[in-house]
């Protein structure tokens, strides 16, 4: 298997695991602008997670190569909207963790590379950057790239991992309903949360 194993932990270190096969090309590494993101962060106060113009460093891959080797119970998830991406966290200490999407058919999970050990070889350099119309005083050379790689990433890991019967998804049950319920953020939460 290609890559490499990383630590990964919330801020109390109460729940660990490791992300297997971390590699510039078993995944892809992309930085988020948008407001959303920042505001999941904020809403958390884990504003550390973002750099200085709000943008989240991003790991995707598939759930097969996450395992959780303490506080699993931890595990908690949120979204901004009754529809928006699934944002899991720890609750221990409120450490942004995992996005995933709504469908455990589908072989996505975004990591936060804040939470996981160091290791910029790793991870390569960043294939996207997507949102910059998000990005708080963002300097002049920060532009959109990547995208297209980004979802065509995305494409052939959930393929790939069909292929390779490689589908379990730990954030959901059986029935294929999310192993926790999501809090859904009030409009009156999101708004004091979201930047500008
Ligand atoms: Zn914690
Ligand atoms: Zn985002």
Not at 3 to 16: N, Y
Not at 78 to 106: D, E, H, I, Q, V
Not at 123 to 137: C, Q
Request: aromatic residues 8%.
């Amino acid at each position: 298997m290609a890559g490499v194993d990383l630590a990964f932990s919330c801020r109390c270190g109460t729940l660990k695991g490791v992300l297997h096969s971390v590699s510039p090309t078993t995944g892809s590494h992309v930085k988020c602008y948008c407001c959303d993101c920042q505001a999941a962060a904020h809403h958390l106060g884990a504003a550390e997670v973002l750099d200085e113009h709000g943008g989240t460093e991003i790991y995707q891959t598939i759930p097969a190569e996450i395992e959780l080797t303490e506080g699993a119970e931890k595990l908690a998830c949120m979204r901004l909207s009754p529809k928006g991406l699934m944002r899991w966290y720890a609750s221990c200490c409120n450490s942004p963790l995992f996005n995933t999407l709504a469908s455990a058919k589908l072989a996505f999970v975004g990591v936060h590379v804040r939470a996981c050990e160091k290791n910029a070889e790793a991870f390569g350099p960043l294939v996207a950057v997507v949102n910059t119309g998000g990005a708080i005083d963002p300097p002049e050379n920060l532009k959109d790239f990547g995208m297209r790689r980004a979802i065509w990433g995305f494409v052939r890991r959930n393929l790939g991992a069909k292929l390779r019967g490689r589908t379990e998804n730990f954030f959901f049950d059986a029935n294929r309903n999310p192993i926790v319920t999501p809090y859904v953020l009030t409009l009156e939460e999101r708004r004091a949360a979201t930047p500008k």
